[in-house]
């Protein structure tokens, strides 16, 4: 019967289980029980006939993604010990060498630099893909190899060599995958750097090495840690200059508290013009490094930074802003607290640190209309409100306005913003205000003073809103899909609310590697 329905409807069928066809403008997350199951019966599908196979294998392409994502190393375990599986990336790439059709198929990818991806790769037959891999790549010109060291003797016989070397074969093999991906659309890239690492070198040097490739359909790229050490976003730069058609970067996990006071080392250098992009979200990048970030983005519209660590020299958040001045139209702003789950109260909440300097204003940004920002960036600890605080703070443009994590008196100030809203605020539209959640309630909620102020606010034709800003998962769930669905950015320390448990890994790429194998017979 199912042989019998019209193309049409099949194709439809098959969408349903294609994460990219259901779930438009988020990565796929292969740690989640539904996709596993979703791509095995893709893969399955194909093998039911020639016709199925026609229809469906294309669309088994769309995306492809291993898993790995939530794996953190234990404390004190080797860094090649870290569990994990095997993500097939060798005989993925080497089928769309062989099958270009179904490497244009492929518009999205989830590429992992994780021990459990090439802790395979001293198997004989796994030397021997990757040998062919470079001489196919050696022959075509499709990438340099220059930058790989060869010890194929070496490394088949002295463990110690593997894991050193394994970590950036498996690099130049995800760099092999998004070039020969033509229609690529979306990447994650998760990376883990060693402590001991070089961090002047760059994470994917053969894409800034002649000949020098380009993965001209890459609008979105999403980039973080899936282990314990920060990746450098400095390091990046041959992987963000090989795409110049970049509108979206998502870039966390950049640095940790030990390494963003470190001078030049560390420091973002600005060689990478990216002047297509239009929506930067960041995390953990020092406010030094921050703007001249931005320097190499002239057409950014939307903002978002998160940090979690203080500089411990001082630094004022809107001079590292100023880069973006001219372009900017939405901005979050947001120092994220620890979650202490041990002792009370469960949400510690630190206020920042003097060294950093409050934003006074962000009146002069011409084009700025929406912002949220949380309460610590505005007011430091026992400091009073103050009536223009916020009348002074907004730009004249603004339409959507919120402040998070409000644990002090905001009335005189808001009152104001109410009162000035016609002549100073035409456009604005909406105000919201989080308070954190504790898990015995928090005496400074006022739930009457903030329904009167919702009152206030109606009455001028302005939405008002209010809740809890509740801890829980952390910064990665900026990325669209990397970490589950439908979950807010707030502080985490653990695992994550709403994780999905572990479920039974269904090697489908298996099963990719037996169609094709099938279908070169066929052919």
Known sequence: MAAQLPNEILLNIFELLCFH?????????????????DKATLA???????????????????????????????????????????????????TLTQRPDLAAEVVSMQLINH????????????????????????????????????????????????????????????????????????????????????????????????????????????MMSWGANPYQLARMSGLLGAAPNLETIYAVDTSDSRRWNQASLWDYKTDTPMPKIKTVVISDLCPRSLDRFL????GLEELEYYWTVFPQQSTELYMHLLPAKAT??????????????????????????????????????????????????????GGKDEANRLTRFLPAGIRRFAIDYVVGDMTESLRELAGAAAHMFPKL??????????????????????????????????????????PGPGVHTVIPGASGQGLPL????????????????????????????????AM
């Not at 320097?295 to 002239?298: L, N």
Request: aromatic share 10%; with cysteine.
């Open 21 to 37: 066809c259901t779930n438009p403008g988020k990565f796929p997350n292969a740690d989640t029980e539904g996709v596993l199951e």
């Open 44 to 94: 399955r599908l194909c093998r039911v006939s020639h016709h199925f196979r026609s229809m469906a294998q294309p669309i088994l392409y769309h995306y492809y993604a291993t898993g790995n994502c939530k794996h953190f190393l234990p404390p004190d375990a080797p860094y090649y010990d870290v569990p994990g599986a095997n993500d097939r990336l060798l005989s993925f790439t080497t």
């Open 115 to 222: 021990p459990g991806g090439y802790r395979e790769y001293r198997q004989n037959e796994n030397v021997m893909a990757l040998q062919a891999l470079l001489r196919w790549s050696e022959s075509h010109r499709a990438l340099s190899v220059s930058m790989l060291e060869l010890p194929f003797d070496k490394w088949c016989t002295n463990t110690s060599q593997l894991a050193d070397w394994a970590v950036s074969a498996h690099r130049w093999v995800m760099s092999l995958a998004m070039v020969l991906a033509v229609k690529v659309k979306d990447v994650l890239i998760a990376v883990d750097d060693e402590e001991d690492q070089d961090q002047t070198r760059q994470a994917f040097p053969e894409l800034n090495h002649a000949p020098r490739p380009q993965i001209r359909s890459l609008k979105t790229l999403g």
């Open 295 to 298: 320097t190499g983005t002239p």
């Open 328 to 381: 900017l139209k939405r901005l979050v702003v947001s120092f994220l607290s620890s979650c202490d789950r041990d002792s009370l109260p469960w949400f510690r909440y630190d206020f920042v640190d003097p060294n950093v300097r409050r934003i006074q204003s962000l009146a002069d940004f011409p084009l700025l209309e929406d912002v949220t920002i949380d309460f610590r960036t505005l007011y430091r600890e």
């Open 429 to 470: 539209e909406s105000v919201a205000v989080g308070v954190p959640e504790w898990p015995n309630g928090n005496p400074k909620i006022d739930a009457d003073m903030w329904s009167m102020m919702k009152l206030l606010f109606q009455g001028l034709g302005i939405r008002f809103s209010w809740g809890e800003d509740a």
């Open 490 to 521: 707030l502080p985490w320390y653990g695992k994550e609310e709403g994780e999905a448990d572990e479920v039974e890994e269904v090697d489908d790429n298996e099963e990719m590697e037996e169609m094709d194998h099938e279908a070169d017979e």
